[in-house]
């Protein structure tokens, strides 16, 4: 009776123990859906979950079923969802460390054919008898109620088993070994989850004969998902990350390389493909740094900085095929741990590129944003340069905008600004072509005149006055340019006293087109 006793009490517990495995899987599942959108591997994380809630469900209502007619009908239940425990789990691994493999993983669906055929005979009872035939002893104690007969399908289904759930292990850990600078946390605890639950399916298959670890297979089970779950969950914030930093890399315009420790590229962007790609000696893979720099020659080396434990050294090449120069910048990877050193970073910049970088930024800080003539900042530069007897006689040109507030205010700012391109073409067609022109403020523009004596500078203002009188776009409103002129002899003239004189002389003028108007 005691026997009895202590074996109904250790079957309760094995129920309260697949209870558990069922309930867990059920909140994982639950907190898993809202995750599925973010790691392609947790969709078959949800269905491994979701099959060992199963069968961890039907555990539970086998040993704690009150009634023994029931239990041949429920322990069919338990193996069929155990099948699909090893192909799932293969999907699992494969779309883990291979998320961009949706073909392949499409190819292997035809592994749920076995699962499928054995699911099926277990729960026909006519066909039981080619995977496994449940009979009842007449004592009704269900830890040791039901016989099991094992057939033909029932190994099948085993090897099966075992062949899909080693093939996605062995996929993980070769990649952990293959690629050791990838191991996440999340990937160290998924390692652990998938050990866990190799080691109580042997154990369960060799091990446990007599069951007296009956415990093991809910345990492990348990703490498996678990672990699997945790793993993706915070795993997919790192996937998440390496994503876009991967996709940084891919929008920087220049070649960006990374090397491991082994000098051994790793990760070359688009734009370093494609300067791969005119060195057709590289090999296709495993391409070591100095393999790489032997198509190269170093023009210039910058001294190697030491600064915040980083060090970095800079050349300028030219690469040998097609004499292309390169601004060429070395950074070490050190480890935030030890700071050791774990890798490197190239970036490749065309000396055309930077020149272009230059122009731009030179354009933008020197030139005027409306008419692209000078602004008030190169003009500052430009008289420091009126220093030279060479560049003298010099003119000076003070220009204003007739009418510009009257345009505006009846037209808008936008024909304003239409306005004032119109009296800058016409300010650049009516001078030559090595004269300066600076716009100093919204319709006041100043002409430098270098080598240039005052009668020819009248000359060029008659040629403005011309070329305003042709334009009839604003009619009937009155437009023009008013231009006072004055003249440095040599370097001894006081430059700002002649910009004073020419702005008198402006004033004058559009005195006098107010009064002709």
Aim: with cysteine; aromatic share 12%.
């Amino acid at each position: 009776m005691e026997t009895i006793t202590t074996i109904q009490y250790l079957t309760s517990l094995q129920g309260a123990l697949r209870g558990t495995v069922a309930f867990s899987g059920f909140i994982l599942f639950f907190v898993g859906q809202s995750k599925q959108s973010h790691a392609p591997a947790f969709k078959y994380l949800q269905y491994f979950i979701a099959t060992l809630s199963i069968w961890g469900f039907f555990g539970c209502l086998f040993y704690l079923c009150p009634t023994p007619q029931l239990l041949p009908i429920i322990s069919p239940f338990i193996y069929a969802s155990i099948s699909f425990v090893g192909p799932i789990f293969m999907l699992f691994c494969i779309s883990y460390t291979m998320p961009k493999k949706d073909t392949l993983i499409k190819k292997l669906s035809w592994i749920f054919i076995i699962p499928c055929i054995v699911g099926t005979t277990l729960l026909l009872p006519p066909l039981q008898k080619f995977s496994i035939t449940f009979t009842r002893n007449v004592i009704y104690i269900p830890y040791r109620d039901i016989r099991e007969e094992y057939h033909f399908l029932f190994y099948v289904h085993i090897i099966c088993n075992y062949i899909t759930v080693l093939t996605g292990v062995f996929v993980v850990f070769y990649k952990a070994i293959r690629y050791p600078s990838k191991n996440t946390p999340g990937s160290k605890a998924a390692m652990l989850a998938l050990a866990i639950f190799v080691g109580y399916n042997a154990f369960t298959t060799f091990g446990n004969k007599n069951n007296m670890f009956f415990w093991v297979p809910s345990i492990a089970s348990t703490s498996s998902m678990i672990l699997l779950f945790l793993a993706m969950y915070y795993d997919t914030a790192d996937q998440i990350i390496v994503q876009g930093r991967n996709r940084l890399l891919e929008i920087i315009p220049f070649p960006v390389m990374i090397l491991n420790n082994d000098n051994i590229f790793i990760h070359v962007n688009s734009r370093g493909s494609h300067l791969f790609s005119t060195i057709k000696k590289l090999p296709n893979q495993y391409v070591k740094k100095q393999e790489f720099l032997e198509h190269f020659s170093i023009l210039d080396i910058e001294e190697t900085q030491q600064e915040s434990m980083t060090p970095t050294s800079r050349h300028v090449v030219q690469q040998t095929d097609t004499k292309n120069l390169f601004f060429l910048q070395e950074q070490v990877i050190n480890s935030e741990r030890n700071k050791t050193k774990q890798g490197q970073v190239m970036m490749m910049i065309p000396l055309h590129t930077i020149q272009k970088l230059f122009a731009n930024l030179e354009n933008k800080a020197f030139k005027d944003s409306l008419c692209n003539c000078y602004n008030q900042h190169y003009l500052q530069i430009k008289m420091k340069e009126l220093t030279e007897p060479s560049v003298f006689p010099v003119s000076f040109l003070m220009c204003d905008i007739d009418n510009l507030k009257g345009i505006n205010d009846k037209l808008g700012h936008d024909q304003g600004d239409v306005y004032i391109k119109l009296c800058y073409e016409a300010l650049r067609s009516s001078v030559r072509k090595d004269d300066a022109i600076f716009r100093l403020g919204g319709d006041e523009f100043l002409i430098i005149l270098t080598r240039t004596h005052e009668p020819i500078a009248r000359s060029i203002i008659q040629n403005i006055d011309s070329t305003m009188e042709q334009h009839k776009e604003f009619e009937p409103h009155k437009i023009g340019i008013s231009v006072g002129v004055a003249t440095a002899i040599d370097t001894s003239a006081n430059i700002e006293e002649c910009l004073k004189v020419a702005d008198v002389d402006m004033y004058n003028t559009k005195r006098k087109h107010k009064e002709e108007r």
